[in-house]
């Protein structure tokens, strides 16, 4: 089982214990992340004149915003690669019927010069046969 991390982080100026079985890089990736929707909100109009839980309010719908966003380009990502596997699947699927082709005209073709091969036998025969007649 993975060792459980703890690291310090600095969220909005203030120093908070983070712990959890994520490396350490992850969960300051993490607290960057926060403190970069906290800069990106800062900077609206009007956001730091709002009272601490409607602060919060709206850093929790932005998170929510950007993880829908994200799930909804990772749902289409999936669909895409299903979709490429299907048609993979598919070309794969004609590939094999077009070798089982190529396979059954050789043999049509090997069998159609075993025949020739065979009936040029024949016509010189009957040649053959037909000079001795007319001899």
């Known amino acids: 089982m993975a060792s459980k991390n703890t690291v310090k982080v600095l969220i909005d100026g203030k120093i908070i214990t983070l712990s959890g079985y994520e490396s350490e890089e992850y ?7 926060l403190n970069n929707k906290l800069t990106e909100l ?3 109009p009007g956001y730091n004149r709002q009272p601490p839980d409607t602060r919060s309010t709206l850093l929790a719908l932005n998170i929510a915003d950007d993880y829908f966003k994200a799930k909804a380009q990772a749902d289409a990502m999936e669909d895409d690669m299903e979709s490429k596997d299907r048609e993979a699947y598919d070309v794969k699927h ?3 019927a ?3 082709q190529i396979d059954k005209m ?3 073709m090997e069998q159609l010069q075993k025949d020739k091969s065979e009936l ?3 016509v010189e025969k009957l ?3 037909l ?4 001899k």
Do not use: H, M
């Open 98 to 100: 077009a070798q089982i």
């Open 127 to 129: 040649n053959t046969e």
């Open 42 to 44: 800062g900077s609206l």
């Open 94 to 96: 004609d590939l094999i």
């Open 120 to 122: 040029s036998l024949q």
């Open 27 to 33: 969960l300051q990736r993490v607290a960057s992340y």
């Open 131 to 134: 000079e001795d007649l007319l």
């Open 106 to 108: 050789k043999q049509e």
